[in-house]
């Protein structure tokens, strides 16, 4: 997809992404300034996720859950609150300052339609009430990115491939091929062939990221730590051969593109009710079912096709875990295996980034998502939510517009 289409001239608009994913570990925020000849990053922040707001995050996302109307009223709320507050300060202490905040939101539930579905469409959910957001920073929010695509018939995720392609422009300028994989909460793979070669881009969710690794690591550390760092306790423990082939059979891992998961789909009692398990080998054992669902998909929908790829560059907090990240490298021995920091680009900042690019693109009416979510005809691209400054920002829209 071309940028330029439809827009003339040269005028920038600056927008901060905002990203708070799966794992609910932290805020991150990237602004750019984005035009139409492409995007360049101005300055980057993150800010923890409060201890108790994450905790009431993650009881809402227990299989088999009952919350209240009003209660998920005011989560919505509260999350909306804590986005403001929190992307106030940031943007008070850098410049430039934004003219537009784009918040994918958090999301606490994703139930994707059957996979080529006619006629079900699915749903899905990310709280933090944007216009509290607006009310906050008296700025214009992009949000409700994947509403769009679902209406369309698509899978709502991943969205992030869009931006994965536009990146693959200069991580693969000899057209070996590549993939670009984002290990968050739940993993995503994007597959970028070479251009000009006629093949399509693949993409999907792959399972669990770091999900069950973060909850291994707080069970074994009965609440210490929210996460394994540096795979530290992964490397203490021994892996559950039994329990990593009862949870591979699940039968997501079979289904082909398009598709998409969340925590809905593999909560983290599939993993200890198939293993014994509850010291360091927990999380090991949870590490390797990362590993292994990532490398089966490559072997299944990429390598085992003999599609051209050289190069696997991973992002998201998963590339900051060292026995992760070997573990990939001795599965896949065929391909390089690298974290996109190798290429200059920070692993933590992609998503983020992403989405700013996003809500830029929103506000020209471009649809997110692409023929790897499923999604047929047009996909309204995101909700707008007027701030202070709205007027501003649409006299620099009109300076794109034909």
């Known amino acids: 997809m071309s940028l330029s289409a439809g827009v003339r001239g040269s005028p920038s608009l600056r927008v901060l992404g905002v990203m708070t994913g799966t794992s609910c570990d932290a805020l991150d925020a990237a602004c750019i300034e984005a035009n139409a000849d492409g995007w360049k990053l101005l300055w980057s922040d993150s800010s923890p996720y409060p201890s108790r707001l994450r905790a009431r995050v993650l009881a809402l996302q227990r299989a088999h859950v009952k919350v209240s109307l009003r209660d998920w009223l005011e989560l919505h709320a509260e999350l909306g609150e804590w986005y403001g507050k929190t992307l106030a300060a940031l943007i008070a202490r850098h410049r430039p300052a934004p003219q537009v905040i784009a918040n994918h939101g958090q999301t606490v539930g994703h139930f994707p339609a059957p ?171 949870a590490t390797l079912v990362t590993v292994e669902s990532i490398a089966e998909a490559y072997e299944r929908w990429v390598l085992g096709r003999q599609l051209p790829l050289e190069r696997i560059y991973f992002c998201g907090g998963g590339a900051h875990n060292p026995v992760l990240l070997r573990a990939l490298a001795d599965r896949l021995p065929s391909v390089q295996v690298h974290t996109i920091g190798s290429a200059g680009l920070d692993p933590q900042l992609i998503e983020s980034q992403a989405f700013a690019m996003y809500g830029f693109m929103a506000l020209l009416g471009h649809p997110l998502g692409g023929d790897w979510t499923g999604a047929r005809g047009y996909g309204p691209p995101a909700h707008l939510i007027p701030g202070e400054n709205w007027q501003e920002v649409v006299a620099t829209i009109q300076g794109f517009l034909r």
Not at 143 to 170: C, E, I, K, N, S
Not at 208 to 229: E, F, Q, Y
């Open 115 to 285: 996979s080529r579905a006619r006629r079900k469409k699915g749903t899905t959910l990310q709280l933090g009430d944007p216009t509290r957001i607006a009310h906050a920073t008296g700025l214009t929010v992009v949000a409700g990115f994947r509403d769009g695509d679902m209406a369309a018939g698509g899978q709502g995720a991943p969205l992030v491939p869009l931006f994965h392609r536009l990146l693959a422009r200069t991580l693969d300028p000899d057209g070996c091929g590549v993939a670009i994989h984002n290990i968050g909460g739940i993993s995503n793979l994007t597959y970028v062939p070479p251009e000009g070669s006629g093949l399509e881009l693949i993409a999907f969710d792959t399972g669990p990221g770091n999900i069950w690794i973060d909850a291994a690591a707080s069970a074994v550390t009965r609440g210490k730590l929210k996460m394994d760092r540096g795979g530290r306790l992964a490397q203490k423990g021994r892996p559950d051969y039994r329990a990593l082939r009862a949870v591979l059979e699940h039968p997501y891992f079979a289904k082909p593109a398009p598709k998409s998961t969340g925590r809905d789909d593999f909560p983290f009692s599939l993993l200890t009710r198939e293993t014994r398990a509850r010291d360091e080998s927990l999380v090991t054992t």
